[in-house]
């Protein structure tokens, strides 16, 4: 990805904003939902990721154009509320690169979020904030002028290593728990053999508690399960009965049998052998005009954040609940 408005995701963006008439986007914002919606109002137009905090009673939210908010749901709180998001990191602490993917690192009370520059791809990178005071803990380099590539999604292993995607080098890094570069994770297997599947690679990456990563290959759809403990060994997921997991993105486990990986059409995608092989079990539409980037948990639902927000002055932005349909 060349930049932000040469990736696959801006092309999505554009062609949904292009095919969908004005009319047809206005009358989705003002009809009912159909499942739950938390709304907040934000100063930005564009949000990469959002997850729930169950321990604070919040949602964090990465900004496309650098920082941190958080977004309280009070205990009153009642259907149909706007809520506020409340910066916390500012885009100082990234200068022109973007915070993207994120996870919460319950044990040891901090987020860790993947940096990136969006435009000329000259910087990749990950950093750990503290949840409560939200000073930075670290910030390592991954990536420079010298090595073009683009730090998208992470995922956190039981020992705080943080393994962190590159969709442009279609490969992983892995940094430790203190923020030490430890190493590349690379296969064969990551680079599909057409040119246009690898325009934007390894994108979407999860932690199964069973010790090995699952990540995603957006453009191809192509899922991996990589066995950390046995020297990062790549395995091709086998995807049972048809269907495909093309241009998925973030993604989360509903449980250990069950992943959602989110998107334009998100999926509910099932296995009973260890992720050895799966099957798409659901989908899930919901608000198309927005486009779908990462989906989490609250309370045992899945809901999906968008990466664009609506509204002027004040932009609005939406976490649906989201209901999986055979």
């Known amino acids: 990805m ?19 008439p004005f009319a047809l986007i206005i009358h989705l914002e003002i009809s009912d939902p159909a499942t739950h919606v938390f709304e907040y109002h934000s100063a930005g137009w564009f949000r990469e990721c959002a997850k729930w905090d169950d321990v604070n009673q919040r949602f964090l939210v990465s900004y496309f154009d650098g920082g941190f908010g958080v977004i309280p749901v009070p205990e009153n709180y ?10 916390v990191v500012n885009n100082v602490d990234f200068g022109k690169n973007k915070t993207l993917g994120f996870v919460i ?17 000259r910087y990749g990178g990950v950093a750990a904030y503290d949840l409560t005071s939200w000073k930075r803990i670290f910030l390592t380099k991954l990536s420079g002028p010298e090595d ?3 730090a998208e999604d992470l ?3 039981t020992e705080g290593n943080a393994y962190i995607t590159d969709p442009l080098g279609n490969k992983i890094w892995k940094v430790g728990v ?4 430890i190493s590349i994770i690379k296969s064969p297997l990551f680079i599909p053999k057409e040119w246009y599947n690898n325009l934007f690679g390894l994108n979407g990456i999860v932690y199964h508690p069973n010790g090995y990563l699952l990540v995603l290959h957006m453009v191809s759809g192509k899922l991996y399960k990589i066995e950390i403990e046995k020297r990062n060994e790549v395995k091709l997921v086998n995807i049972l009965g048809g269907g495909s997991l093309r241009f998925g993105d973030g993604m989360e486990f509903l449980s250990p049998t069950k992943l959602v990986v989110a998107g334009m059409t998100s999926k509910l ?6 992720w050895e092989s ?3 079990v659901g989908k899930c539409r919901g608000a198309t005009h927005r486009l779908a980037t990462a989906p989490t948990l609250k309370d045992g639902k899945v809901y999906l954040s968008h990466i664009l927000g609506l509204g002027y002055p004040r932009k609005k932005h939406v976490l649906v609940e989201a209901v999986f349909s055979t």
């Open 178 to 181: 203190n923020g030490e570069f």
């Open 278 to 280: 799966a099957t798409i």
């Open 2 to 20: 060349a930049s932000f408005f040469c990736s696959t995701k801006f092309f999505l963006l554009l062609f949904l904003l292009s095919a969908i």
């Open 78 to 87: 009642s259907s149909g509320t706007v809520l506020e998001e409340i910066p």
């Open 148 to 150: 073009k590539a683009f």
């Open 269 to 274: 995608v099932e296995s009973s052998d260890d």
């Open 105 to 121: 690192d319950r044990p040891r009370n901090r987020v860790v979020v993947a940096i990136g520059d969006a435009v000329g791809n």
């Open 155 to 157: 995922a956190i292993d």
